[in-house]
């Protein structure tokens, strides 16, 4: 071999990397590769959020909360409820809750059960006790109830721990009312009874500003109590007829019109303010409250992945919530159908929340029964004014009602009958089938069953051991 070919092999050797390196940085390309495609991906997600909130700002439904610096006119102003009802709500204590539900089941079981002669004496004096306790917050309400309620605050915006908290404090303003009036009727103070049942299902328009799906169980007991006592007020005392027109003149405002929806609105507020640090920051600016709230709930993505995914997920959402409220939109019982077609089905891990279709028809079993509540008032005016039953729901339009209540599950008309025994208003209820008015199929634990509300001309009592709680 000769010099020069020597010096030429020296000066050009064959380099290759080892297998291990090539690997390394195979991979190390492959991942600037992913990071890549994931913040293109993020981008694009992010593009498509600003078209949906600018959508659903063009569409003029609501993007953010009234701002809660809108509560302190009403707060300091002496002739709106709102200070009343913040007074009321602040000065108890959720431990009462438990308590006060107790012993409400207990009371209301011996006044269904018993003659008023035969109701335990501890009982009577348990009942006297809490409305003594409890009485500078049931003044304060009662105060409230005559008063015009502008904008009252929930105070959604400082988190759903303190949120919750005053829905479970309003629970307790409606079990304390409920309470009251059922020892009325027990006392047999009809007009009393009755004015405190009016406090009791006006304390449901605090809900009317943020209604959040959490606060549907606050507004179902709220006018789920107050139908009971009702019906109970009806079969054991003779209120007057200004206190029945009182009556029916609250329970008209129980529920907004479009509550569904409203309640689908609010939700969807709710998630855009937890979801916020995905939006684009010129995009939250635009469209979102100026000044984000201190929410404990807010997304906090630790990298580009995992925004990626919750953009993905909050894109969906919002694609999938716009087609329930466009469905919710709609009139019943066609709306549960609707929404039973477009609501997207849950991951396993989502399982334990209600669907939109079970919170429909929750909201609908409400609506029943606060219509029906409607139809015994109008009945017991009817009743006072004629000294007779009406033959047909239809004789009560015009000076008793202004339109015969259609049921939520068929559109057809709510359903009465009477007997020699007394009179009841009902709804088919979730299967939409008429099972006669008969309640026997919820009494033996069956899923389905009619939605009835009936008055007794003489109470069916019992024992007084069963009544026993």
Not at 101 to 106: D, W
Not at 162 to 173: P, Q, S, V
Not at 361 to 388: F, N, P, S, W
């Amino acid at each position: 071999m000769s010099e020069n070919e020597n010096i030429g092999q020296s000066e050009n050797p064959k380099k290759t990397l080892p297998l291990w390196r090539r690997i390394l940085v195979a991979l190390v390309l492959l991942a600037m590769l992913l990071l890549a495609g994931s913040m293109l991906a993020s981008f694009w997600m992010g593009r498509q959020l600003g078209r949906q909130i600018a959508a659903i700002s063009q569409a003029g439904e609501p993007l953010t909360f009234p701002d809660p610096k809108t509560d302190q006119p009403a707060l300091t102003d002496p002739n709106d409820a709102a200070r009343l009802y913040r007074e009321a709500l602040m000065s108890i204590s959720s431990a009462h809750l438990q308590q006060l539900t107790n012993f409400n089941l207990a009371y209301r079981s011996q006044i269904i059960s018993l003659p008023p002669d035969q109701i335990a004496q501890p009982v009577r004096e348990q009942a006297a006790k809490f409305e003594e306790i409890l009485q500078p917050v049931l003044e304060k309400i009662d105060q409230a109830a005559s008063m015009d309620l502008g904008h009252f605050d929930l105070e959604i915006t400082k988190g759903l721990k303190i949120f919750m908290d005053r829905l479970t404090r309003a629970n307790i303003c409606s079990l304390m009312m409920s309470l009251r009036t059922l020892d009325h009727i027990a006392h047999n103070q009809a007009d009393a009874a009755a004015d405190s049942a009016v406090g009791m299902l006006k304390l449901v328009r605090i809900l009317d500003d943020q209604p959040l799906v959490n606060t549907l169980p606050t507004r179902i007991q709220g006018a789920g109590l107050a139908s009971e006592d009702i019906r109970l007020l009806l079969e054991r005392t003779e209120p007057s007829p200004a206190a029945l027109i009182k009556l029916q003149q609250a329970l008209e405002k129980v529920h907004p019109e479009n509550l569904l929806v409203k309640m689908l609105l609010a939700e969807r507020v709710y998630q855009l303010e937890v979801a916020r640090n995905l939006i684009p920051s010129n995009i939250a600016e635009q469209y979102l409250s100026a000044t984000p709230a201190p929410l404990p709930e807010r997304l906090k993505p630790r990298s580009s992945w995992t925004r990626l995914r919750l953009r993905r997920n909050t894109v969906n959402y919002l694609h999938a919530m716009a087609q329930m409220i466009a469905a919710a939109g709609g009139s019943w019982p066609g709306l549960i159908d609707h929404i039973k077609a477009v609501e997207p089905a849950k991951e396993q891990s989502e399982q334990k929340g209600k669907t939109v279709v079970e919170i429909a028809q929750i909201i609908g079993e409400t609506v029943a029964r606060v219509r029906a509540t409607g139809c015994l008032l109008a009945i017991a005016r009817y009743r006072c004014d004629h000294q007779k039953l009406p033959a047909a729901l239809e004789e009560l339009v015009g000076d008793y009602l202004a339109a015969v209540p259609a049921d939520p599950f068929t559109g057809a008309a709510l359903i009465y009958k009477q007997d020699e025994k007394g009179f009841q208003v009902y709804s088919v209820g979730r299967d939409r089938k008429d099972d006669g008015g008969s309640f026997a199929a919820a009494q033996a634990g069956a899923p389905v069953a009619d939605l009835v509300l009936r008055v007794n001309f003489t109470p069916p009592f019992a024992s007084p051991e069963a009544a026993t709680p």
